[in-house]
Each structure stands twice: as C-alpha cells, then as structure tokens.
C-alpha cells in the first residue's frame, strides 16, 4: 500500500515537473460541452495562506507578451489566455490572429461587443470584485468555460488580478487541472502578478467548491455580452483609467506622450476631479462609514488641486510642476487607504 502510494506522488511530481519545463502549450481551437470532461479538483484543505498555497509549485520564469494596445498576456493552457482589456480594434485583431472564439470579461467596463463579432469573436461580461468570486459569478464563469466556444481570452482591466482568477476557474473546471500542482494558483502568483493584497481572489481559487457539471448545465443563464453598472461601481470603472493615465503623464513630467497625443493631463486630472465631485453626491455614498466619506471628501479636493496645479503648469507657472506631484501623490495615497479597507477585502 505504502509503495502505491509513493508510485503515485512519483507520478504527480513528474508531471508537475514536466508542465514546469514546457511551460505553457499553443491555443486548441473547439468548443466545449457541459457533459464532457473532467470535474474540477476539490478544495485544499487546511489552508490557512491561499498566498503561499500559491508557491508550492515553481513555474518556469516567463514574461508576458506586451503590445501598446495588449497587456500582461499569458497563455495558461491550450485554451485559455489571459491579459488586460484590450484597447481598440488592433487589439482585437491580436486576438482573433491568436485563435481566440470567446471573450471572457470580468471587468465593471462594458465591453465593444460589436467590434469584437466583427473579427468572429462573442463577448460574455461577467464583473466580479477584487474580494472574491461569489457561488453565482462561479456558475456563470464555469458555465462560459464548458459550453461556449474556445480558445477563450480572460480579461480584467490590468490583466493581473480578477482575470487570472476568473481564468484559474477555467483552468480547473475545464482542463481538470488540481488547485496547486496544476498551478491555478502558481500561475496568478508567479506568472500573471496577482497581488497578495487579493486574499480573497486567492482564497476562492484555494478552497472554493467549484461548480459541477451538472450544476452549470441545469443553471439557466444566456451569457449577456454586456452588464450595465451604475452609481458608484460606475464611476470606479473610470476613476483608475484617468488615474493610470496620469500616472504614466506624471513619470514624463506632464508632458504628452506623442504615442497617446489624445491624453493630456489637464483632460484627465478634470475626469477624475468630476468623477470624485459627482461620486460624493450618491446616496450610497453618503450611506457609507465615516472613514470611507472622509477619504471621499478628501479626494476630491486633492484632484480639485491636482487639476489647478496642472492648469498652472499649462501656464508656465513657477513651482506648478512640484505641486501637481504632490497632489497626485496624495490623491494616490488616498485611494490605497480607502481600497485597502473597501475594496480588497
């Protein structure tokens, strides 16, 4: 019985060995069906840090393909990529050129659903939150897995958090792969750059039961291209697009980058100030805690000055330039106190 036993933990590190070394396989095109295939592996048990679950398997050392348009893309398996939103119809085309028949959203921003059938590709728009995946958002990503058609591209906004859970999901309820050896959770941490701010990203993925076969089969669900947000979860779908790019107009010291000529600083600090100053007014916002309305109120007159500091600096103000670094730096330091309790947990 002993000797079975060491015959197959043998056989598991082979194999385990073996995906280590040839990394991640070319796209499969196919389309899958709810009665076919494996069940996904059960939950680990006694894990008290999904985050370190996450490196009891090492993963080749492997960098993301990265387009202007395209980001952090990852090829997990033979059928599931992920990466960042893509941006435009050359992104598209990327993916489409790749083999890519389904689009797997789980962003809050509604996806071109249009631009993406004219390359061939169906859009499903599943948002989830940066603190785990509900019983029912795990229905309808397993759903889109097992029954719609593959190779399927998974996508967040930045391409490292929500979409390489969302992909995980895929890696075990479609490929059958095990929570750890098949490296779900090696892969968000060592390949994708899932952060371990996400615990319960990580946590779902660990020790979540996944939805059977049967179960996403009988689930009744059309697979919409589109889900509308609105009050606060909509503007935070467009508070970290102006916020990134401010970002990268702050490291060229303000000054346009001729690749984006579209996105000036001035444009984008008076975005994010109208996003914070319409955001304060929302009756669930006032609802919220004190902190939370506190940091609001405070974020809000910090890109107030962010957007005047930027207008001075337009001018060729003196000094401009240094107040509109601090400014950000605070509107940044704001958003992490306010995420870090709020958001991603």
């Known amino acids: ?43 680990l048990e006694g894990v008290t ?17 990265e387009w202007t348009d395209l980001h952090n893309v990852f090829h997990l398996g033979a059928r599931i990529v992920s990466g960042s939103e893509p941006q435009g119809e050359q992104a598209l085309k990327r993916l489409a050129d790749m083999g890519v028949r389904t689009i797997l959203s789980v962003d809050g921003k509604e996806p071109d ?20 995946i509900t019983h029912e958002e795990m229905l309808k990503i397993a759903k889109t897995f097992r029954e719609l058609k593959g190779p399927f591209y998974v996508h ?17 309820g479609l490929d059958g792969t095990s929570r750890e050896r098949a490296l779900a959770l090696a892969e968000m941490r060592q390949w994708c750059g899932t952060s371990d701010k996400y615990d319960g990203l990580y946590r779902t993925i660990a020790t979540a039961t996944m939805p059977t076969r049967a179960e996403t089969e009988s689930y009744a669900w059309d697979f919409p291209g589109r889900h ?46 109208d996003l914070y100053a319409q955001s304060i007014g929302l009756d669930e916002v006032k609802e919220r805690p004190e902190d939370f309305r506190g940091w609001m109120k405070e974020s809000v007159e910090a890109s107030r000055d962010l957007k005047t500091h930027l207008e001075r600096l337009h001018a060729g103000e003196e000094g401009a330039k ?15 106190s306010c995420h870090a309790d709020y958001r991603d947990h």
């Open 228 to 273: 509308t947000m609105d009050g606060f979860r909509q503007s935070m779908i467009w508070m970290p697009r102006a916020f990134d790019n401010l970002k990268s107009l702050k490291v060229r010291d303000w000054a346009v980058d001729p690749d984006h000529p579209d996105v000036d600083p001035r444009n984008e600090a008076a975005k994010l100030f």
């Open 322 to 336: 240094a107040d509109a670094d601090a400014a950000f730096t605070r509107v940044q330091k704001l958003c992490n």
């Open 113 to 132: 659903v249009e631009l993406a059938a004219r390359f061939g590709m169906r859009y499903v728009h599943i948002p989830i939150q940066y603190s785990g």
């Open 156 to 172: 967040c906004f930045h391409g490292r958090h929500r979409g390489p859970a969302a992909a995980a999901v895929g890696r075990l």
């Open 49 to 65: 840090d999904p985050y370190a679950a996450a490196d009891r398997v090492r993963l080749e050392k492997t960098s993301p393909k």
């Open 1 to 43: 019985m002993l000797f079975g036993r060491s015959l197959f933990l043998l056989a598991i590190g082979l194999l385990a060995a073996c995906y280590e070394t040839q990394g991640p396989v070319g796209l499969t095109q196919g389309v899958q069906g709810a009665a076919s295939g494996p069940e996904a592996a059960p939950p």
